[in-house]
C-alpha cells in the first residue's frame, strides 16, 4: 500500500509538452475600454426564451459594438442562429483539416434586487478602476467573448490565415436554456463539422486548491448531466385543528430527509475524477496520497472525508431539494404538496439511472408521486474528452503559461452547465471547458455575486491564450 501511495500519479516526462508560439501584442487598454462598453450593455436574462419579442435591443447594441470594435473578424462569414447567437466562419487554408471552435456568451444574470448599492461601482457601470473592469459580465462571460475577439482581431491584422477553419461562436441564452448554442451545433452537425476541439467557459488556473492548497490549473474534459424531479402528495386538506397523521406535507419532508441520507453513490475510481487526482498527487498531503492510491480498500474513508460540497460534487451526482410548496394559510392543511429535487448528474450516472434512484428510496411512502418537474430541462452528462489529444496538451501549455511553468495541470469534471454541453451534437471527445485566466477564492467570488470584476491582467492573458490557441492548433495540420 506505501509502494502504491510513493508512486501514485503522473510520471514526470510520460506527456508530450508543447511549444506555444508567441501571440502579437495587442492594445490592452483599449481591449478593457471595450469590455466596460460591452459590460454596460444589459444583455441580461432571467428565463427560458429571453430575450422577448421587443426586448431584444441590448443584443443589437452589443452586436453592433463588436461589428465596430472588431471589423476584419466581422468581415468573415456571419450567421446569426436562433434570433440573437453569433456563429462566425473564418476559413482554413485546407478545407479538408477538421476545424476549431471557440465559443463564448453574450447574456449575463440578473443583480438580486436591492444588492445595487453594495457594489463598488454600479452593477452596469462598466467602470476600468484599480487594475479592473467591474460590472455584470466582465467574468462570466463578456470577458472571455472580448478576449476571444481581441486575439482573432490582432491576428488578422498581421495577416496570418489558418490551415483549418476558426469557428466562433457566441451564445445569446447560455444562462437560461442555451438555445442559441443548440441550434448552432445542429446546424454545424447538419453540415458534417466535426472539430478537432470544442473550447468554452470553464474551469481556470487556481491560486489555491483546496484539496492541495497550492496553485494548480483544472481543464474541464466532462460536465455534469441536469435533472428536477417534483416529488407530490395529494391530501384531503381541511382545518388545521384536526390533522391526520401522515399529511402530505409529511410525506414530502420524509421523502425530501430520505434523499438526503440515501444519497447516490460515489465515484472515486471514475473519470474523469482518478485522473485529476492522479495529476495533483505531488502536491497532495502524504496520508491524503495514501488514502487514494489505496482507494480499493479505503473508499469508504475517503467518502467520509470529502464533506466540502465542491469535492462532493465531483465525485457524485448531487441532490438539491430547492422548492417546496403546501398550503397557502397557516391554519388551513394542503390539499396538496410537493417539493422539487435538482440533480447534477455525474457521467457515471444517468437521467434513467436518478430516476430509478428517486423511485427506489422514496417507494415505501404512500401516495407519493414523481414526475419531471415541468418548467425543468433534463440533459445527460456529457462524455469525457480525451487527455491525450493534441488539443488538451496545448491547453496544459497555455495554463502553464498563465500561472507559471511548474504549475501542476489536471482533467476535472465542470459541475455547472455551460452552452458546450451541446457540442456533443459534433464530438464526443474533444469538448473542452477552461477559462485561461488565474483566480483566487475572492475573485470566484464573482461570479453571479456582488462586485463582479475582471483584472485587466486576466484580460490580457485570455486574449493571449485565445492567441496561442488558434496559432498552435489552426496554424498548420
Known sequence: MTWRAVNFGVRAGTTATVTLP????????????????????????????????????????????????????????IESVAGHTLLITWPGMDASLPPIVLMAHQDVVPVNPGTEGEWTHGPFAGVVSDGHVWGRGAMDDKGPLIAMLEAAESLARTGWQPARTVILLSGHDEEVSGTGARKAFELLESRGVAPAMVLDEGMVVLTRLPITGKPAALIGVAEKGYLSLE????????????PPRDSGAVRISRAVVALDQQQMPAHLAGSPFREMIEALATDLPFATRFAFA?????????ESRLTDPSANA??????????????????VLPQRASAVANFRIHPQDSVASVREHVRQVTRDIPGLEVSDYRDGLASEPSPVSSTSSRAYRVLEAVARDAGGPDLPVAPALMIAATD????VLVSRDAVYRFTPAVYSEEDLDGFHGTNERLSVENLGRMIRAYSQVMLALAGGP
Open 22 to 77: 508567441e501571440p502579437p501584442a495587442v492594445d490592452l487598454s483599449a481591449a478593457a475600454a471595450t469590455l466596460g462598453e460591452a459590460v454596460r450593455i444589459q444583455t441580461v436574462t432571467t428565463v427560458a426564451g429571453d430575450p422577448r419579442p421587443g426586448s431584444e435591443q441590448p443584443w443589437l447594441e452589443l452586436r453592433s459594438l463588436l461589428e465596430a470594435c472588431y471589423p476584419i473578424t466581422f468581415s468573415r462569414t
Open 231 to 242: 416529488l407530490t402528495a395529494e391530501t384531503t386538506g381541511g382545518h388545521s385543528s384536526r
Open 294 to 302: 489505496n482507494a480499493w480498500l479505503l473508499g469508504p474513508l475517503v
Open 314 to 331: 465531483l465525485v457524485r451526482t448531487t441532490t438539491a431539494p430547492t422548492m417546496l410548496a403546501g398550503s397557502i394559510k397557516d391554519n
Open 420 to 423: 458546450s454541453r451541446h457540442a
